[in-house]
T-cell receptor, first 113, second 116 residues
Framework: QKEVEQDPGPLSVPEGAIVSLNCTYSNSAFQYFMWYRQYSRKGPELLMY????GNKEDGRFTAQVDKSSKYISLFIRDSQPSDSATYLCAMRGFKAAGNKLTFGGGTRVLVKP | EAGVTQFPSHSVIEKGQTVTLRCDPISGHDNLYWYRRVMGKEIKFLLH????????ESGMPNNRFLAERTGGTYSTLKVQPAELEDSGVYFC??????????????FGPGTRLTVT
């Protein structure tokens, strides 16, 4: 079983809709959670970084963490065609456990005009 | 400020040959990481440098892979001899090490390696 599970999609939504993405994880040592966006043939770009359970908002993006359920989410409001990309969740433990990130497989998102 | 840069962007080599990938981290970032994504799989950690020292190399697949970071600046990842299963995209990332900002890793565009 993978440590981080993420639906590969593709997830197709009309422009202006809310995009809802999520990851589940099995390792309770994970404490820090990131969302990356990756365009085709590009490197992952850091979108959001969260630690605590709860919500964190940045512009059109909202990240949610529920450590008790080992479940994280990313919501994109007012989606645009330029949001079409692969979204990767990543996570890691406390610094003492090392800095390495464990990734989900990514969800491909397509926002149609 | 320049981001993480990687060279080459794409390399095609034959099985048994040697390839060296290079990564230049963001200036001032002491932490440098190598990750790899093989076809159909998730991005996986290979190793982590702090300055010129290997902090964690638990993800290195075998001794055909050699990573160096001379002087704590750029890093190279050599694969010798390359095998078919080494094909994939190799990403480099870097981060600072001041409080929580060490958790934010910034990725380069990757080197796409094809072994034929």
């Amino acid at each position: 079983q993978k440590e981080v599970e993420q639906d590969p999609g593709p997830l197709s939504v009309p422009e202006g809709a809310i995009v809802s993405l999520n990851c589940t994880y099995s390792n309770s040592a994970f404490q820090y959670f990131m969302w990356y966006r990756q365009y085709s043939r590009k490197g992952p770009e850091l979108l959001m970084y969260t630690y605590s359970s709860g919500n964190k908002e940045d512009g059109r993006f909202t990240a949610q963490v529920d450590k008790s359920s080992k479940y994280i989410s990313l919501f994109i409001r007012d989606s645009q065609p330029s949001d079409s990309a692969t979204y990767l969740c990543a996570m890691r433990g406390f610094k003492a456990a090392g800095n390495k990130l464990t990734f989900g497989g990514g969800t491909r998102v397509l926002v149609k005009p | 400020e320049a981001g993480v840069t990687q060279f080459p962007s794409h390399s095609v080599i034959e099985k048994g040959q040697t390839v060296t990938l290079r990564c230049d981290p963001i200036s001032g970032h002491d932490n440098l990481y190598w990750y790899r994504r093989v076809m159909g799989k998730e991005i996986k950690f290979l190793l982590h440098f702090v300055k010129e020292s290997k902090q964690d190399e638990s993800g290195m697949p075998n001794n055909r892979f050699l990573a160096e970071r001379t002087g704590g600046t750029y890093s190279t990842l050599k694969v010798q001899p390359a095998e078919l299963e080494d094909s994939g995209v190799y990403f480099c990332a870097s981060s600072q090490d001041t409080g929580t900002s060490s958790y934010e890793q910034y990725f380069g565009p990757g080197t796409r390696l094809t072994v034929t």
